[in-house]
Each structure stands twice: as structure tokens, then as C-alpha cells.
């Protein structure tokens, strides 16, 4: 097992690494941008050092830094989370090269898996269902039309690298065509640096479902059960749920194999995650594969009780799995909300700002995965992403609910959040049935108006706490100050009791 390992990641997936990691005995070192100076993860890790200017590409995306780090400070692993360098395949290679290990699959299956089309035939090779649309790429309206004709309107043209939505065009009638192609490769270039698109068939209100794989170097493969993540806001998931409520035994082996099956024809080692589309005749069709650790990789901790993150670390470091896939069954059900600085009332624009107030929610089966505390700033620099609130009960109307009571335990001051978006979707009708698709924001929510994410009482004590607290702090600063007993450590108020630095 490996002794130090750097984690190239800034936020609560970096916390969340460092904290598997001290439970392993392993030491951690944290890199971090100016403005990240005072996050949470510099505080916890073992050791930090500072990358550059908040811009990504002079920080967090620089991989020569991260790389030129970890060998100063003796690190044998790089742990990249997700985003940012999580799924580029020079780093990956890099990191090999400069004789580190990369957590996470090697850089020739990131690569092959990051090329959409190339992911496409190797799926279509090994079995595994698709989405009918071209095999190759498509460079003008003519190609787009051949195909339209094979498999009918509507068609989604797509990237073939990159994602987020980015470079992609639904197509509903042949008018449409020629503007969707130059759109979608321009928009592709400029976006990825790669303008090459293809087009597959366009489903009509699909759901999003997940699974997790976990591959070790010793020929052991093994799937997961399912995630749920159709509640999503422009192409990005928002709240995600295991396991999902369409989902029975059978259709859940099959996917699995389905899964195991792509991750065997791409060569593919570690965690990471093979996404499909769902008819509403439960059919299901290859996605793609993400090549890390995913963003919602907490609910399938809660409903299976194994620690994903230990499991990544095992087998980069050559270990063996000692899993039995019989035995990795759903247990209770389990829901995640990603609570955003963006404000719902406003088309959800960002609002960062420093968190005057910051209240998490506890209690049985809650967990909160964070990288922010009271009085920490939320840079504009990077997603606003404040944590990731889980709930985990016996059955999925419970851990509903559970989500409900936590979301209302939720304090936050300084910026407006998703919380109140999040209880809408939670008390909706068609929400709680698991009536559910990858439209359902735009087509059950619509324009509606979202409630204020707490009452006037709760709001009125929340002002009153906060005011408290300062009065508190400030009367100790002046006690200390004018007894003179010890000078004004204006850096530790900036922290809450208990929280050092390290």
C-alpha cells in the first residue's frame, strides 16, 4: 500500500479522499491555488502546497505542476478526483512516466473511452446494446441525411469528444440539418479542440441510469447496483438516487453484465462508471463511460456499505478485490442533492460569497460531503459547488422524507443556494411515484417558482444566531486584547472551535 499519495483536486472530493486516506495510515499532499489558501482540504491534508494564481489553467489543470510536486514531496500516487485532470489522458500518461502511479484507469483506455465514437464500436464490438446511429463520424448534411433515413427523426448530433452538453444539436426536422452540423463542429472545436461529430438517435424523454464498476489488475470485475440520475439541468445531474425505482433483479444483472462487458472490451482497470439511456419500454442503450470516481459515488457507499474510495486506492497499488458480486445488493435506498451557490430564482446564476452562516444537517442516516465551513469564501473561479447532502433509510419514500427534514436543518448565510429547488423536486408528485425522466425539470417543473428555502421564523433565529456569534467573538478579541494576556489571532477566528490548521 502506498505510504503518501497528492491529491490534484480542490473541494469536498478532496476532503473526501484525504479523510479514506487517513483511515488507511496513508499521508496526503493537498495542492491549491491562491485563493483556495484557507480551503478546507489544505487544512486536513498532511501537507500543501500552493500551485499557482486561481485560474485553473495556471493551478489545477497545470499537470507539470502537479506532477513536478509530488515528486518533491516523496508522493508514489496521484489521486485526481474528478474533473478537472481526472479523464485527460496525457496526465494520466504522464503521471506514469514520471514513475507515479495514477489512480484511475490507465491513460490508453481514458483515451479510447473520451472519444465517443471510438467508445461507440468498441461497445458495438462487445455485445453491448447502443443507441442506433452511425459507427463512424459524419462531416456535412449529406452523411447526416443518410443516416436520418435509416433511423428516422428526431436525431441528436454529438461531439465525439468532450461533454456537458457541449456541441451537441437535437434535430426534429430535416430543415434543421445543415445549421445543427455546423453548430454542433463548431461549437465541438472550439469547446475540445476537436470538431468531429457523429449522430445517433434522439430518445424521446429517456431516463439516466448508472453503473458503477470496479476493475482490478488481477482479472476481477465487478458491477454495482444502479444509480438514478435523470434530474438533470442542462445535461448536468443535479440530484441522483440508488437504486432506481424502475429497476428490478433482472434488469439490473443485465445491465451489470452489460457494464462488465464494456469494461473488459476496454482494457479497463479501477473505478469508474458506464452510463446508458432508458426507453420507457425499459430498454436500455450505452451512454458512455466516465473514467473516474463519479460525483454521486456516495449513494452506492450508503446502500452497499463498502468505501469506493479505499477500493480505488487497493487497487491501484496492485492489490487484489476479495469482493463476491453475489453479494453486492442494494440495501434500504439512498438520495443525493447537490446544494449549489446558484440562486433558482434567478435561472440559477451563481452566487458566491462568503458564508456568514454555515449549519450543516446531521442525524441518523445523513451525511454531508463538504469542502466549505462558516466564514469560508466561495471562489468564483471554480464549479459553486458548496456539498453534497446524502440520506440513506429502509425504503426510497423514507430517505425521501429524511431528505426533506435534512434540507430544512440546512443553514446558509452569505449566498443563496439550491436548497429550495431541492425541496420543490422532493415534495412533487410525479418526483415521489419515480415519474421521472431526463426532461423532467423543463417539462414538470416548467417555470415554477421555488419556495423560500426557509421560513421567516427559522430565517429570524438564523439572524439572530449569527449576530450572537459575532458579538461573541468580538467581545473575546476585545477581553483578550485589553488584558493583554495574548495577542488577537485574528487567523484562528476564521475557523470554527476544533478546526486547526495543520
Same mark, same amino acid.
Given at each position: 500500500m502506498f505510504k503518501k499519495i497528492l491529491i490534484a483536486n480542490r473541494g469536498e472530493i478532496a476532503v473526501r479522499v484525504i479523510r479514506a486516506c487517513r483511515e488507511m495510515g496513508i499521508k496526503t499532499v493537498a495542492v491549491y491555488s491562491e485563493i483556495d489558501r484557507g480551503a478546507l482540504h489544505v487544512r486536513l491534508a498532511d501537507e500543501a502546497c500552493l500551485l499557482g494564481p486561481p485560474p485553473s489553467n495556471e493551478s489545477y489543470l497545470s499537470g507539470e505542476k502537479i506532477?513536478?510536486?509530488?515528486?518533491?514531496?516523496?508522493?508514489?500516487?496521484?489521486?485526481? =478526483?474528478? =474533473?478537472? +485532470?481526472? #479523464? !485527460?489522458?496525457?496526465?494520466?500518461?504522464?503521471?506514469? !512516466?514520471?514513475?507515479?502511479?495514477?489512480?484511475?484507469?490507465?491513460?490508453?483506455?481514458?483515451?479510447?473511452? =473520451?472519444?465517443?465514437?471510438?467508445?461507440?464500436?468498441?461497445? %458495438? !464490438?462487445? =455485445?453491448?446494446?447502443?443507441?442506433?446511429?452511425? #459507427?463512424?463520424? %459524419? #462531416?456535412?448534411?449529406?452523411?447526416?441525411?443518410?443516416? %436520418?433515413?435509416?433511423?428516422? +427523426?428526431?436525431?441528436?448530433?454529438?461531439?465525439?469528444?468532450?461533454?456537458?452538453?457541449?456541441?451537441?444539436? %437535437?434535430?426534429?426536422?430535416?430543415?434543421?440539418?445543415?445549421?445543427?452540423?455546423?453548430?454542433?463542429?463548431?461549437?465541438?472545436?472550439?469547446? @475540445?479542440?476537436?470538431?468531429?461529430?457523429?449522430? #445517433?438517435?434522439?430518445?424521446?424523454?429517456?431516463?439516466?441510469?448508472?453503473?458503477?464498476?470496479?476493475?482490478?489488475?488481477?482479472?476481477?470485475?465487478?458491477? @454495482?447496483?444502479?444509480?438514478?440520475?435523470?434530474?438533470?439541468?442542462?445535461?448536468?445531474?443535479?440530484?441522483?438516487?440508488?437504486?432506481?425505482?424502475?429497476?428490478?433483479?433482472?434488469?439490473?444483472?443485465?445491465?451489470?453484465?452489460?457494464?462488465?462487458?464494456?469494461?473488459?472490451?476496454?482494457?479497463?482497470?479501477?473505478?469508474?462508471?458506464?452510463? @446508458?439511456l432508458v426507453d420507457k419500454d425499459k430498454n436500455f442503450y450505452f451512454l458512455e463511460v466516465n473514467t473516474r470516481l463519479q460525483v454521486e459515488h456516495p449513494i452506492t457507499e450508503m446502500v452497499t456499505g463498502l468505501d469506493l474510495v479505499k477500493k480505488q486506492l487497493i487497487v491501484a497499488s496492485g492489490g487484489k478485490l476479495d469482493l463476491v458480486q453475489e453479494e453486492i445488493k442494494p440495501r434500504g435506498s439512498s438520495i443525493e442533492c447537490r446544494i449549489y451557490a446558484e440562486d433558482p430564482k434567478s435561472n440559477f446564476m451563481p452566487s458566491v460569497g462568503k458564508l456568514e452562516l454555515y449549519r450543516e444537517p446531521g442525524g441518523p442516516g445523513v451525511r454531508v460531503d463538504s469542502g466549505v465551513y462558516e466564514g469560508f469564501s466561495i471562489p468564483i473561479y471554480y464549479d459553486p459547488l458548496i456539498s453534497k447532502l446524502i440520506t440513506w433509510a429502509e425504503d426510497r419514500t423514507s430517505a425521501i422524507d429524511r431528505m426533506l427534514r435534512a434540507l430544512n436543518e440546512y443553514r446558509i448565510v452569505g449566498c443563496e443556494s439550491t436548497i429550495s429547488f431541492h425541496k420543490m423536486v422532493l415534495k412533487e408528485e410525479h418526483f415521489r411515484k419515480g415519474d421521472i425522466s431526463t426532461h423532467y425539470i423543463q417539462d414538470v417543473l416548467g417555470g415554477a417558482t421555488y419556495e423560500e428555502s426557509s421560513s421567516p421564523e427559522d430565517d429570524f433565529a438564523a439572524a439572530v444566531a449569527l449576530t450572537v456569534n459575532r458579538m461573541e467573538e468580538d467581545g473575546k478579541v476585545r477581553a483578550q486584547a485589553v488584558a493583554g494576556k495574548q495577542k488577537v489571532n485574528k487567523w484562528k477566528m476564521a475557523f470554527p472551535p476544533g478546526m486547526n490548521r495543520l
Open positions: 506532477i513536478d510536486v509530488a515528486k518533491k514531496r516523496g508522493a508514489e500516487a496521484i489521486h485526481p =478526483g474528478y =474533473g478537472f +485532470l481526472s #479523464e !485527460n489522458p496525457k496526465f494520466a500518461k504522464d503521471v506514469a !512516466n514520471a514513475g507515479l502511479t495514477f489512480i484511475g484507469p490507465p491513460g490508453e483506455v481514458i483515451e479510447l473511452l =473520451g472519444d465517443k465514437m471510438a467508445a461507440r464500436k468498441t461497445m %458495438i !464490438n462487445s =455485445g453491448v446494446p447502443v443507441v442506433p446511429g452511425s #459507427e463512424g463520424g %459524419i #462531416e456535412n448534411q449529406t452523411q447526416a441525411m443518410k443516416y %436520418i433515413g435509416e433511423i428516422g +427523426l428526431p436525431v441528436l448530433i454529438k461531439a465525439a469528444a468532450g461533454g456537458g452538453g457541449k456541441g451537441m444539436r %437535437i434535430v426534429n426536422s430535416e430543415d434543421e440539418v445543415a445549421s445543427a452540423v455546423r453548430g454542433a463542429s463548431s461549437e465541438a472545436q472550439s469547446a @475540445f479542440g476537436d470538431g468531429r461529430i457523429y449522430i #445517433e438517435k434522439y430518445l424521446a424523454k429517456p431516463r439516466h441510469i448508472e453503473i458503477q464498476i470496479l476493475c482490478d489488475t488481477h482479472g476481477n470485475y465487478y458491477y @454495482f447496483p444502479e444509480r438514478e440520475c435523470s434530474i438533470q439541468r442542462r445535461h448536468q445531474k443535479v440530484i441522483e438516487e440508488s437504486p432506481s425505482p424502475i429497476v428490478d433483479e433482472t434488469m439490473r444483472k443485465k445491465m451489470g453484465e452489460a457494464a462488465v462487458a464494456a469494461a473488459k472490451a476496454s482494457g479497463y482497470v479501477n473505478a469508474g462508471t458506464v452510463e @446508458f
